[in-house]
């Protein structure tokens, strides 16, 4: 069982930065795809980012730019760096694992999740 923890999110101001962790407790990371989701008030759950065990990465349409989704191994985390961040890019943010070979930002690809950090921007 992989157990996910995501930190890092708090309130900033719209232009602001922030980077989300997600610790794990497994080494087993390294061959897993790991993604980055979010739901935003009033909404259902969406892709955001998302990297496999070769190190390719996917991102949604508005993340293009202006996130970055990485790995460390050796420390059993992944980060998600956001950068010029928007009040639309406010609410919950959510980690979580895959067995699959590529990249996704499909939630039914991933089996193991976190249970969010909350990111809120202010205009």
């Known amino acids: 069982q992989v157990e996910m923890v995501e930190s890092g999110g708090e309130s900033v101001q719209a232009g602001g930065s922030l980077r989300l962790s997600c610790e794990t407790n497994?080494?087993?990371?390294?061959?897993?795809?790991l993604g980055w989701f979010r739901q935003r008030p009033g909404g259902g759950r969406e892709g955001v980012a998302a990297?496999?065990?070769?190190?390719?990465?996917a991102y949604a349409i508005f993340a293009m730019d202006r996130f970055t989704v990485s790995k460390d191994n050796d420390e059993r985390t992944f980060y998600l760096q956001m950068t010029n961040l928007k009040p639309e890019d406010t609410g919950d943010y959510f980690c979580a694992a895959g067995l699959l070979k590529g990249t996704s930002l499909r939630e039914p690809d991933y089996l193991y999740w976190g249970r969010g950090t909350r990111v809120t921007v202010s205009s």
């Open positions: 497994s080494y087993a990371i390294r061959h897993y795809s």
């Open positions: 990297i496999n065990s070769d190190g390719q990465r």
